[in-house]
């Protein structure tokens, strides 16, 4: 792919199967096209606002610890292939396009079905997925997951923008506005609960699945902003101690210096007809612009 510079800062390149945009100030965002997994977003003042583990797997052999990654055709564990956050973070995607959209850079990533992800156990369906990623005038990251049912039969699934955040100390982090809402507790046998708090703090394992989330949310008092739209739920998720010491990919302290914060469509799951298109997005904010 031709590499486009329209200004010292300004543009998108592609080499080693990672696309990565420039955009407005110091912003800046980088995709592998292994699973269309968003590895790093730097907002306008430069600053890396996403976290990556520093041992995590980037040769395409496993999902990328970190990041944006796509959890597509299932959220979380259930009978699909492969049985934990479906295939799509999986798979090498396509980049299908790169552009400026006037100052703006943007990339098209494109992963279609295959003989693997229609094989019987797994998703016996046609699809087209889509992720457009720009960064716009201020530097802000726009994500549109497109998910096209370009087969016969109609399918259902659930997603997650599976969004780790680089944060100084995760136990300080609040998330505040889920006072009421509904959670399936996952370090609790999948309970269903009521949040209590009006702040949700990462003083331990937090693995929640809030029901019907706000679409204007912050990671913390003074963190990114997330705005979505077609994701109905939102999922906080911090390992803490014990959980991080399992995960291969992870330092045992990784737990410190990330909160994922997740919005999904759980529940219900959406349900595609033939030749129907939904769309996710979510649009990461810098705290630098938001009061
Ligand atoms: O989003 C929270 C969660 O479902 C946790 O239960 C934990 O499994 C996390 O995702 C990470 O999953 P992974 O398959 O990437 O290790």
Same mark, same amino acid.
């Given at each position: 792919m031709q590499t486009h510079v329209d200004s010292p800062t300004r543009g998108y390149s592609e080499s080693d199967g990672v696309v990565t945009l420039r955009g407005a100030g110091e912003s800046s965002c980088e995709i592998y096209l292994h699973g269309a997994t968003v590895t790093s977003w730097r907002d306008a003042s430069g600053r890396e606002r996403l976290y990556l583990s520093p041992t995590a797997v980037l040769d395409g052999s496993a999902p990328i610890r970190g990041g944006i990654p796509i959890c597509w !055709? @299932?959220?979380?564990?259930? !009978? $699909?292939? !492969?049985? @934990?956050?479906?295939f799509a973070r999986r798979l090498p995607w396509a980049l299908v396009s790169a552009e400026m959209k006037r100052t703006e850079p943007r990339a098209v990533l494109r992963l279609v079905d295959t003989e693997e992800t229609r094989a019987s156990e797994h998703f016996p369906y046609r699809f087209e997925l889509t992720l457009i990623a720009a960064l716009d005038a201020v530097g802000s990251l726009s994500l549109v997951l497109r998910v096209r049912n370009t087969g016969a039969t109609a399918f259902t699934f659930t997603t997650a923008l599976h969004s780790y955040f680089a944060v100084e100390d995760a136990s300080a982090v609040q998330v505040d506005g889920l006072r009421g809402k509904s959670y399936k507790d996952n370090a609790d046998g999948l309970e269903e609960k009521v949040e209590q708090e009006e702040s949700v703090r990462f003083e331990g394992e937090v693995d929640r699945c809030y029901i019907g989330a706000p679409d204007d949310i912050r990671v913390g008092v003074s963190g990114v902003r997330l705005k979505k739209r077609g994701l109905s739920e939102l999922v906080l998720w911090n390992p803490f101690v014990e959980k991080t010491r399992a995960l291969? #990919?992870? !330092? #045992? #302290?990784?737990? $410190?210096?990330f909160v994922c914060a997740e919005p999904a469509a759980v529940y219900p799951p959406v349900e595609l007809a033939s030749g129907q298109v939904y769309d996710a997005t979510l649009d990461l904010i810098s705290p630098l612009l938001t009061k």
């Open positions: !055709p @299932q959220f979380g564990p259930g !009978p $699909r292939w !492969p049985k @934990q956050h479906g291969s #990919d992870m !330092p #045992d #302290d990784g737990w $410190r210096t």
